[in-house]
């Protein structure tokens, strides 16, 4: 039982499994590969094989990460990097959000997003002989920010089908805590045909997104702030 989303209550999907399986411990080992996958998602390791194995510091109350992403903001990859630190702060974003669309530096936010998540998808693989220890070694690890934007307008259609035409984006994602990821410059996302409209008697009711990237050497550090909860185009 692996839970896939970025964004996991670990403490409350680990007393999950412990009540549902407390006489078993093959839960709890493959849970262990999971936390894994799930800490070196989060963020971006800077330890060397030669470092000890640190212990894990369990988390206070509230100080979990969201559990799904809401928001997400795009901007042209050929954008100068509009936040000044380590992360995006609101500030920097609502700046950003507010440049005119004739020029190549502004943000678009997306939001009305179900679904959202952020999950490995692929990887390439050395293994056996072209590896030191004989063991499997993953590189160019992709992850793809996925959802669905809900009940969208015909501009937000028309927009997001716009989008299509180019071959990368940057995106910062805001999680429901008001968590945003993406560091400095965002994630360098394939733009290229990732919106997708889903009809129903035909209406368009959702626009499905998935933007994928190269989780190498990406810097995964967040900053929360409540009033990313409610940012929006102004």
Not at 83 to 109: F, K
Not at 222 to 233: M, P, V
């Amino acid at each position: 039982m692996c839970y896939n989303n970025l964004l996991l209550d670990t403490s409350t999907k680990l007393q999950q499994i412990f009540i549902k399986n407390r006489n078993s411990s093959l839960i709890f080992v493959a849970w262990g590969f999971c936390l894994n996958k799930y800490i070196r998602i989060m963020n971006k390791i800077t330890a060397t094989c030669a470092d000890a194995l640190s212990p894990i510091t369990a988390y206070a109350c509230g100080g979990l990460k969201g559990n799904r992403i809401q928001t997400l903001l795009i901007g042209r990859s050929d954008m100068a990097a509009p936040a000044s630190g380590d992360v995006l702060t609101y500030a920097e974003a609502q700046i950003a959000l507010a440049l005119p669309a004739s020029g190549t530096e502004n943000l678009i936010a997306l939001t009305h997003i179900s679904n959202g998540l952020i999950d490995e998808t692929g990887s390439s693989e050395l293994t056996d002989l072209d590896t030191e220890s004989g063991l499997p070694e993953k590189f160019n690890i992709m992850m793809s920010i996925t959802g669905n934007i809900k009940h969208p307008t015909e501009n937000v259609y028309l927009q997001t089908m716009a989008y299509n035409i180019n071959p990368k984006l940057r995106v910062w994602a805001i999680d429901n805590k008001g968590y945003i990821w993406g560091g400095t410059t965002g994630y360098l996302c394939s733009g290229m045909n990732a919106f997708s409209p889903k009809k129903m008697d035909g209406t368009v009711q959702m626009v499905s997104f998935n933007l994928s990237y190269i989780a190498d050497d990406v810097s995964d550090v967040s900053l929360q702030d409540d009033d990313f909860l409610t940012i929006d185009n102004p």
